[in-house]
């Protein structure tokens, strides 16, 4: 596309856009597990702007049903890509994700590990 009317030859550069999505549905004869439900969609795009250099981005989203608690998470994961070429299947990736917690998100803490409603992440201190 990025070339066109030219024809495509694998050497210059690259744009990849991609879209993905799951869903899935528990029945269970285990009441802890019955009746959950899952979907996870997002989105990721690639340019490759040198022969050496491609950047990348991602943005998921993870929504669930549990015990009739709604429950939402996102993902962003900015990456650089460095290569040795066009076509090279070396790659040394630098990548950085922040997760979005939703206000439902129950955290464990202590030793052992417990629920604990209290705990909010995503929210800085106040010091």
Known sequence: MLRYPRSF?????DLFVSLFG????????????DGITKLKYGTEVSYAPLSWLALSGRYESRRWKYRRRQIHTAIVSPRVIFRSGYNARDQLVLQYSHWFN???????SGAPPRPDPTVRPDRTSSR
């Open 22 to 33: 799951v869903f899935t549905a528990v029945k269970s004869a285990d009441i802890l597990y």
């Open 9 to 13: 030859e694998g050497n210059g550069p």
């Open 102 to 108: 939703g206000s439902s998100i129950v955290v464990n």
